[in-house]
């Protein structure tokens, strides 16, 4: 008998009695209000501050782009890596030194970035969550590997918490199709292993920098 | 079928090792008053969500529900998740788990591992294991990462080195990896960074755990706060994930409970910082999961002890725990400490040589009232005591036999019981004048002085009151 049967027959053995156990409803206790894009916007940059992060409201695209010129030079950055996507060849129009990580990129050239720039799907509210799609390895290590990580998303991707953003999250991530990952960054790496004390940028980025534009 | 004694559990006997810092009081001191702080911040977080309890309930009910169908859901899970590229491969025990995740290794031409944390691997003692096929396994949870380079073992399931000091840091990091001392929290971060950053680039493997599996989507997800586990499971070019059976819910749709459940009450966070719904290899990449079962089964089939599978290992029990803050980690002998472990130990390595941890509690239930997922702990220890105590066991001596047997003779009646309390304070009289004691007594005296005999007994008193 191999493995997978004898594990599946202690199972079934230990089971005997077969109890039965009602699957509960999924608890409504996050009671859905429809907030408006303002309200939604405040309430993220109060929960995205509460993890330490730091977040920039852009009037414009053209508005976020200075914003991102200004911090390359706060970082002393000549490049800027992006993933790319609508939003950040957008973001990035004219704008000099942008990387476009590629499929074929080694992690080590993905280390060497002093800044990252990847798009959010959505934005939580209620807990200043940014929900990231990544479906290549190097997409999902724009999220962790460059020092500080950028995130931009405008203000349709609002949600107002995660039970709302679940109900687009579900059915996509049921496509058999679907490879990578859903990530879910709430403010930057961050430990208290030692002594309980708070320390921000263990592994990951040391600065999560949103972008919110709209 | 129980599990094959690990090497670290050969001091099982509950309180045979206290956990020490590298210097000893001040480490378990350490150690009780960061559990008790951690309890107080992830309670006041608790305290704001008004339905907290709903919310427990239905983890707890999802829970049941899912070791009630367990077999079904594994299979359910292996089918959509195998469908997405992924490599499903299942387990009898740790042997057998670390014999797949070498053979893995080999197979991809593995030369050193990163590793986030799981628990699992602790259970296989995966470290040691591929270190004696030649192969590295660097530990890259900063907590574990500490313990690694100690040479030591977790004293907690969510702050492993929960007993280190600052300083502890400084002199291990100077010791093993030639830093410059310091006791500073920001500076010694930064190295544990420097250094690991290049082990994650050049790894071959990344080994996480599991949180959830899903059997509807066919996906795991993974959660952390440092960025380890990103990074391990998306630097190298082959990720294994090891999940314990239980660890299958039937559908994504309670993944938000689940999640708002754990970040509160392990680290009284919202959510975690970096939570990863892995739903199969990226391109040009390699995901397996390895299903373990390791004595689960055992808990399975005690149905009184079958919801303590539904553990998510938040550690809240840990740092509410009154024993476990004295006593700490180690003193558990296996993995899984607190009172958790009390219940998981017994059950995956045996009656006989972790029958005592149950009875390594108060009773007091601070527990189960603040388990997430609602885990009867305190009435799954006393149903486990006397499990230890009916079922024949060669660890029980004949001594341990004899006094009870005593006990229930001189407590049967009146008579008897003032005769034996008599006998009693006499004895203890006489015993402290004994430079030795025999037997039991001997070697329970030899590291403590014999009680005091108290004032007049209660019925005395009661008799000269009235
Ligand atoms: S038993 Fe409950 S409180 Fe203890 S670690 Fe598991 S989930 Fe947390």
């Not at chain 2, 704001?48 to 983890?59: C, F, G, L, N, V």
């Not at chain 2, 975690?272 to 739903?279: C, R, S």
């Not at chain 2, 397996?288 to 009184?304: E, F």
Request: charged share 25%; proline share 6%.
């Amino acid at each position: 008998m191999n493995s997978r049967d004898t594990v599946l027959g202690r199972i079934r053995n230990a089971l005997a009695d077969r109890p039965v156990e009602e699957l509960p409803p999924v608890p409504e206790v996050w009671p859905e209000t429809n907030p408006d894009a303002e309200t939604m916007a405040a309430r993220f940059a109060q929960e995205l501050d509460a993890v330490q992060g730091e977040l920039h409201r852009c009037r414009s695209m053209d508005d976020a782009r200075a914003k991102l010129r200004g911090l390359m030079k706060e970082f002393g950055a000549s490049a800027i890596g992006a993933i790319d996507g609508p939003v950040a060849r957008e973001v990035t129009e004219g704008l000099n030194g942008v990387a476009w990580v590629a499929g074929d990129w080694d992690p080590n050239r993905i280390g060497q970035l002093p800044l990252g720039l990847v798009a959010a799907d959505y934005l939580l509210a209620d807990t200043g969550t940014c929900v990231v799609a990544n479906g290549t390895s190097q997409e999902r290590l724009m999220c962790y590997l460059p020092p500080a990580c950028i995130v931009i998303a405008k203000t349709d991707r609002l949600r107002e918490h995660l039970p709302a953003a679940w109900k687009e999250i579900g059915p996509r991530a049921a496509d058999p199709a679907l490879c990578g990952e859903f990530v879910f960054i709430t403010g930057p790496s961050r430990t208290a292993d030692i002594e309980k004390i708070l320390i921000l940028g263990v592994h990951g980025p040391k600065r999560l920098i949103v972008l919110l534009v709209g | 079928m129980l599990v094959k004694m690990n090497t670290h559990l050969q001091g099982a006997e509950f309180l045979k090792a206290k956990t020490p810092g590298l210097a000893e009081p001040a480490g378990s001191k350490a150690l009780g008053e960061s559990a008790e702080r951690s309890a107080k911040n992830n309670q006041a977080v608790v305290d704001q969500i008004r339905d907290w309890q709903e919310w427990r309930e239905a983890a707890h009910r999802v829970k049941r529900h899912a070791v009630a169908n367990l077999d079904k859901l594994l299979v359910e899970f292996e089918r959509n998740i195998s469908a997405r590229g992924v490599t499903v491969l299942w387990a009898k025990d740790a042997e057998e788990a670390n014999r797949l995740v070498i053979g893995i290794a080999k197979e991809h031409n593995v030369k050193s591992v990163v590793k986030s944390k799981t628990m699992v691997s602790e259970e296989m003692e995966l470290n040691h294991a591929l270190a004696d096929e030649g192969i590295r396994a660097i530990e890259t949870d900063l907590g574990e990462y500490l313990v690694q380079l100690a040479g030591q073992r977790p004293t907690h399931i969510v702050t492993p080195a929960m007993h280190l000091s600052a300083e502890d840091c400084g002199k291990l990091f100077a010791e093993k990896l030639g830093e410059p001392f310091t006791a500073e929290h920001r500076a010694l971060t930064d190295i544990a960074r420097r250094h690991l950053r290049e082990e994650y680039l050049q790894a071959g493997m990344g080994i996480s755990g599991v949180n959830f599996a899903l059997a509807d989507t066919g996906a795991i997800a993974v959660v952390e706060n440092e960025g380890n586990a990103g990074l391990s499971t998306s630097a190298p070019p082959v990720h294994v994930a090891l999940m314990g059976i239980e660890k299958v819910i039937p559908s994504i749709d309670y993944l938000p409970v689940f999640w708002n459940l754990l970040g509160r009450a392990a680290t009284g966070q919202k959510l975690t910082t970096y939570t990863h719904l892995i739903h199969g290899p990226t391109p040009g990449r390699k995901l397996y999961v390895i299903i373990l079962d390791n004595g689960r089964t055992n808990l399975i089939a005690d149905p009184h002890t079958r919801n303590a599978l539904g553990c998510i290992r938040c550690g809240a029990c840990l740092n509410n725990c009154p024993v476990y803050r004295r006593v700490g980690g180690w003193a558990y002998g296996w993995v899984y400490p607190g009172p958790i472990g009390a219940i998981i130990t017994p059950m995956l390595v045996g009656l006989d040589p972790a029958g005592k941890l149950p009875f390594a509690s108060s009773l007091c239930g601070a527990c189960a009232e603040v388990c997430p997922v609602k885990v009867d702990i305190a009435h799954e220890l006393v149903h486990l005591r006397h499990r230890a105590v009916n079922e024949p066991s060669p660890a029980r001596s004949i001594w341990e036999r004899l006094m009870w047997k005593g006990w229930a003779f001189a407590m049967a009646g009146p008579v008897r019981y003032r005769l034996t309390m008599l006998g009693v304070r006499i004895g203890v009289r006489v015993a402290k004048f004994l430079p030795w004691h025999p037997l039991q007594l001997g070697a329970w005296t030899r590291g403590r002085e014999l009680p005091k005999v108290p004032g007049p007994a209660f019925r005395q008193l009661w008799k000269e009151k009235r």
